[in-house]
């Protein structure tokens, strides 16, 4: 069943600007991950935050994770036309199976 | 490089003609899954392989079966295509005991005539 619930569906930008998207979700979690999935290809996977932690970064991304309010947010900073995509979160709560959102829609402009 | 690897990347075929869509990996994962994506919609798990053991998804429909022959190789057979299951189907792979991170293949766009 779906877990994760991504904000805002769609977003539109202009490169250098920041995106910001937010997945919240129902039940405990043991880590949440970030996954990016351009037109018509697989999803790729950009980050984990576990539960215990509060802040990560990878390069232009930060990802925080608020356990109290079970929601995360992915910002990307600088952004560029080639970030255009669709970013869902999942979450792992029990066993093997990730639970996905539906996505935001991220349009970068030139 | 190591990869997952999804053939064919589009499938075209009839209603109620059955079709077999194969996955591949490199990564000698021990997990492989299966999920359905339709148009703006989260991937739907529909079933999973942890080693040989097969895990079905309780609303994953009868229509659809996998077999994994092999720790390289997964199929999703689709006994009697229907026009709902026209989808992206992806495969992604997981190695056990690491934190859960998915490895996904290219996906097969299935359209369904």
């Known amino acids: 069943s779906q877990q994760g619930e991504e904000d805002p569906q769609a977003l539109s930008i202009q490169e250098g600007e920041n995106a910001t998207m937010n997945c919240s979700y129902k039940?405990?979690?043991?880590?949440l991950q970030w996954y990016r999935q351009n037109s018509g290809r697989g999803l790729v996977h950009l980050i984990l935050?576990?539960?215990?932690?509060r802040e990560k970064h990878s390069g232009r991304l930060r990802v925080t994770l608020d356990t109290s309010k079970k929601s995360s947010s992915l910002l990307i900073t600088a952004s560029r036309a080639a970030d255009t995509a669709s970013y869902f979160c999942?979450?792992?709560?029990?066993?093997?199976?990730?639970?996905f959102g539906k996505g935001t829609s991220l349009l970068v402009t030139p | 490089d190591a990869m997952v690897i999804q053939n064919p990347r589009y499938q075209v075929t009839q209603f109620g003609k059955p079709v077999t869509l194969s996955c591949s990996q490199t990564l000698n994962h021990n997990v492989m899954y299966w999920y359905q994506q339709k148009s703006s919609q989260a991937p739907k798990l529909l079933f999973h392989y942890y080693d040989k053991d097969f895990n079905n998804e309780a609303d994953t429909p009868d229509n659809f079966q996998s077999r994994r022959p092999n720790t390289s190789f997964c199929f999703l057979d689709i006994r009697s295509p229907g026009l709902g299951d026209a989808a992206m189907y992806l495969c992604?792979?997981?190695?056990?005991?690491?934190?859960?991170?998915?490895?996904f293949g290219p996906g097969t766009r299935l359209t369904v005539l």
């Open positions: 999942a979450t792992d709560v029990v066993g093997y199976a990730l639970n």
């Open positions: 935050i576990r539960s215990n932690e």
């Open positions: 992604a792979t997981e190695s056990s005991g690491t934190n859960n991170e998915q490895f």
């Open positions: 039940t405990s979690i043991n880590n």
